[in-house]
T-cell receptor, first 111, second 114 residues
Framework: AQSVSQHNHHVILSEAASLELGCNYS??????LFWYVQYPGQHLQLLLK??????LVKGIKGFEAEFIKSKFSFNLRKPSVQWSDTAEYFC?????????FGTGTRLKVLA | KAGVTQTPRYLIKTRGQQVTLSCSPI?????VSWYQQTPGQGLQFLFE???????NKGNFPGRFSGRQFSNSRSEMNVSTLELGDSALYLC?????????????FGAGSRLTVL
């Protein structure tokens, strides 16, 4: 069955710390991968996406993610987080006429 | 251009009632999909419509239904509400064509069932 696993449900970091959020997927076929972010009180919005090509993709606000096909992973990284990165982060894979989302990771950045 | 618009934003219902939620997609987008968001569960896929046809459906009971109109606007209906239906219902639109699509989400309709 198609699925997406996010390993960390809650993460607390201090400003300037580095961030890595894990995401593994199970999907047979060509994958399109996404990270979405939901800031407090705001809509879900696209952070970055991977369709093909360079497995290291860059998104908004200094985020990047690396697609590792052999590990079925698409981890999200940021070298130095800011207080404004406090949000919930969702990994997703594009299935057949639907997205499959992970359960999300709540990130809290302490000023 | 205008984003995805969902109405109503908040609503409170009692068990056994029914509810209809509406979604207007971004102009030009022909695909509308619905998700249920609850704490700890992430986003659960409900259904997806493209040009008035349901192309995919998630694992929800038949009390959950939807439709899409010729102008791409979509509605979802939940009948015989249960306490567990309390959630944020998100609508997303995309072009829906062949190949990869990026979803644009609305603000959601927060349903509370008492």
């Amino acid at each position: 069955a198609q699925s997406v696993s996010q390993h960390n449900h809650h993460v607390i970091l201090s400003e300037a710390a580095s961030l890595e959020l894990g995401c593994n997927y199970s999907y047979g076929g060509t994958v399109n991968l996404f990270w979405y972010v939901q800031y407090p009180g705001q809509h879900l919005q696209l952070l970055l996406k991977y369709f093909s090509g360079d497995p290291l993709v860059k998104g908004i606000k200094g985020f990047e993610a690396e697609f590792i096909k052999s590990k079925f992973s698409f981890n999200l990284r940021k070298p130095s987080v800011q207080w404004s990165d406090t949000a919930e982060y969702f990994c997703a894979v594009d299935g057949t006429y639907k997205y499959i989302f992970g359960t999300g990771t709540r990130l809290k950045v302490l000023a | 251009k205008a984003g995805v618009t969902q109405t109503p934003r908040y609503l409170i219902k009692t068990r056994g009632q029914q509810v209809t939620l509406s979604c207007s997609p971004i102009s030009g987008h022909r695909s509308v999909s619905w998700y249920q968001q609850t704490p700890g569960q992430g986003l659960q896929f409900l259904f997806e419509y493209f040009s008035e046809t349901q192309r995919n459906k998630g694992n929800f009971p038949g009390r959950f239904s939807g439709r899409q109109f010729s102008n791409s606007r979509s509605e979802m209906n939940v009948s015989t509400l249960e306490l567990g239906d309390s959630a944020l219902y998100l609508c997303a639109s995309s072009s829906g064509g062949a190949g990869a699509n990026v979803l644009t989400f609305g603000a959601g309709s927060r349903l509370t069932v008492l």
